[in-house]
């Protein structure tokens, strides 16, 4: 866990990453510090001093400073413990050096030992280099697929192409929960399934209550995953082993999202996703070759998967998270009511952080829709639901305040800078680009009839959706109480 500034007005617990977010953990994470037992002696104490080191106190007052243990993905996975964005897990193999390591292998490698690598970057991570380099996006984009292409990288795609795909899904999805809602007491309110920190603390803090109302429908990434290591493979001839899938993201919990044992293709013994980066990282990269953004001569954009028209990428509408609330609301609001949607008029509730949206007709309301983003409008969204009390058919949920154009891995303010003012020039880049509307991707729609077999079919459920799984409180000497 990152250690806390106690100058902080928060209690010197948790945060997640630099923001001021908080959220009580149930207990220690299982792996703090590594203790060498030794027969014979008293338990001594452990004393945590402000810069996070541990110390080993024994009776006669002789202090021992502790060995921090490795966390892996797996560790973090299973435990059922502490909540965190993940950020200081010890993660060896989701890491820029994980990539150059590839880079490196394959220019000492004959030809058929070699990997495709391949790179997906996120519009909100690009967004976020962007601002840092006072460029437009698709400048960025084109600027980055000169960059890694020219460390060794084949191809760089959008993921802006992929979440097109999570929005149609989410969409119907939504459609067949309405449906059911009568029968079906936990169909509704659906609630958004892109953000990892969420899944996350959904499964571990409420488990087997929460998981029936979140959306099967994949994140962006992982339908990524899906095309590279399916359709793209069998494109180019290769076995999904021979391709290494990298991804650039605004946040550190893509790394677990990535890592979850349902991306796994066992067959071929290799992930959807090989390794994923963040926005940070990627600047780090720049910053080790010694290269600016500025000074790298743009190459023409791949445009198999990338949300592209001619030379510019294109954007989705609504929130800067993904804009799942605003498809699925007016998808549903044509599709249940007859009621075209111009423009959604969003009333914000407690905080900034949590908006509403309704439809109404004579008087009553016909669908109400919310964006919940920080824990702690989370812990609230879940104590109305566990109250029966949420008013709500679709929650639109993100663990980071100010949802993933704010996350954990982009970029940081520079000198002079507040985080504020970065984040209304990232949102202002990010909106720049022209809307395309999920439905008139004639690509996307080709795809479902050939890569798919069609929509709604079984093929379609294995590679756009997925499965949660509650895990199951463990009690141990480490259980404290906040």
């Not at 069998?234 to 893509?254: A, F, R, S």
Request: glycine share 6%; with cysteine; charged share 25%.
């Amino acid at each position: 866990m990152r250690s806390v500034d106690m100058a902080s007005h928060f209690s010197g617990v948790l945060q997640l990453t630099d923001l001021d977010d908080f959220i009580t953990p149930s207990q220690e994470c299982v792996k703090p510090v590594k203790v060498d037992k030794k027969q014979g002696k008293s338990v001594a104490k452990i004393q945590i001093e402000d810069d996070g080191s541990y110390f080993q106190v024994n009776q006669d007052g002789q202090r021992q400073k502790l060995e921090k243990a490795k966390i892996t993905l797996n560790d973090c996975l299973a435990c059922s413990g502490c909540i965190t964005s993940a950020e200081s897990v010890l993660i060896t193999q989701q890491s820029h050096e994980e990539l150059y390591r590839v880079l490196r292998l394959n220019k000492q490698s004959n030809s058929g030992e070699q990997k495709v690598v391949v790179v997906s970057v996120s519009p909100q991570s690009r967004a976020s280099l962007a601002a840092h380099y006072s460029l437009s996006s698709s400048e960025t984009a084109r600027r980055l697929t000169a960059f890694f292409k020219n460390l060794g990288v084949h191809y760089v795609f959008d993921t802006g192409f992929s979440r097109t795909f999570s929005l149609l899904e989410s969409q119907r999805e939504f459609l067949k929960r309405f449906a059911r809602k009568e029968e079906d007491k936990k169909a509704l309110p659906m609630l958004a399934s892109a953000c990892p920190g969420w899944i996350c603390y959904a499964e571990k803090t409420h488990g087997d209550f929460i998981l029936p109302y979140i959306s099967t429908t994949r994140s962006p990434q992982q339908i990524m995953g899906s095309l590279v290591k399916s359709f793209f493979t069998k494109q180019q001839g290769l076995e999904p082993q021979k391709i290494y899938h990298v991804t650039v993201m605004p946040c550190y919990d893509k790394k677990l999202e990535a890592s979850r044992p349902d991306f796994y293709l066992n067959e071929f013994e290799t992930r959807e996703v090989d390794c994923v980066i963040t926005s940070g990282e990627v600047l780090r990269m720049l910053e080790e070759e010694g290269v600016s953004l500025c000074d790298v001569e743009p190459a023409p954009l791949d445009t198999m998967f990338s949300n592209v028209c001619g030379e510019e990428l294109l954007c989705h509408a609504g929130s800067g998270s993904g804009g799942y609330l605003h498809h699925v609301y007016t998808h549903a609001a044509k599709q249940l009511f007859g009621v075209e949607v111009e423009e959604l008029t969003y009333k914000t509730l407690k905080n900034k952080d949590f908006q509403e949206v309704t439809l109404e007709k004579d008087g009553i309301i016909l669908l109400r829709f919310a964006a919940t983003y920080g824990f702690r409008n989370i812990q609230n969204l879940v104590q109305k639901l566990k109250r029966g009390k949420s008013p709500y058919h679709f929650v639109e949920v993100m663990a980071c305040p100010s949802g993933c154009l704010n996350g954990g891995g982009q970029l940081k303010p520079v000198a002079d800078q507040s985080n504020k003012e970065l984040l209304q020039q990232v949102e202002e880049l990010y909106r720049a680009e022209r809307l395309s509307a999920p439905e008139e991707d004639t690509r996307v729609a080709e795809l479902y009839h050939t890569w798919l077999e069609s929509v709604g079919e079984e093929r379609a459920r294995q590679l756009l959706h997925t499965q949660y799984h509650a895990v199951e409180k463990s009690t141990n000497g480490l259980t404290i109480k906040w």
